[in-house]
C-alpha cells in the first residue's frame, strides 16, 4: 500500500451472498467486481508515489483489478470471485497490485445449524468430552484434583 492510512471497503456489486454472518445482515461477501472506487471514504491519506513539495497529494486509489480471488466460486448476482485475505487490488496510480486486506474481518459465527449438520462421529474425535445428542451421551462425571 502506497497510502498512509487504511479504509473500509465497501461490496456495492451484491446484496444477497453472506459470509461468517448467522443474521445475513452485516458481511456481504467482497469479490473481484468491487472495482472503481469501493472504499467508505475514499482515501488511503497521503499517496507515497505523488510526492509535492509541500508533502504527498491525497492517496484516492480507483481500483482496476483484483488478484488472487477464489476461482472455484463465482456468485450468481455479479459474476464475482470471492476475495481472499491475500487478494491485492491494482490501484491505477501505481499500476501494479498494492491495495492489500489487513483485516478481513470474517470470524465464524457457530449458530444451531452447525451443530445440527455436524457428524457425530467426527466431533466426538476431535472433542471426545462433549456428547453431541442426548441418544449417544454417556454420564461424564470431571473431578478437579
Do not use: R
Amino acid at each position: 500500500m502506497q497510502g498512509t492510512m487504511p479504509d473500509k471497503l465497501l461490496v456495492n456489486t451484491q446484496t444477497k451472498h453472506y459470509i461468517n454472518d448467522s443474521s445475513m445482515s452485516n458481511k456481504l461477501i467482497a469479490t473481484n467486481k468491487e472495482i472503481g472506487q469501493p472504499f467508505e471514504k475514499n482515501t488511503f491519506g497521503q499517496c507515497k508515489l505523488q510526492p509535492t513539495p509541500g508533502g504527498y497529494k491525497p492517496c484516492q486509489p480507483t481500483i482496476t483489478e483484483w488478484t488472487g480471488f477464489y476461482e472455484d466460486v463465482t456468485l450468481d448476482e455479479n459474476n464475482g470471485n470471492p476475495l481472499l485475505e491475500d487478494s491485492m487490488a491494482t490501484c491505477a496510480i501505481a499500476g501494479a497490485p498494492c491495495v492489500e486486506i489487513t483485516d478481513h474481518g470474517q470470524i465464524a459465527e457457530v449458530v444451531a445449524q452447525n451443530i445440527s449438520n455436524a457428524n457425530e462421529d467426527t466431533l466426538a474425535q476431535i472433542n471426545p468430552l462433549t456428547p453431541m445428542s442426548s441418544d449417544n451421551a454417556q454420564n461424564i462425571n470431571l473431578k478437579v484434583s
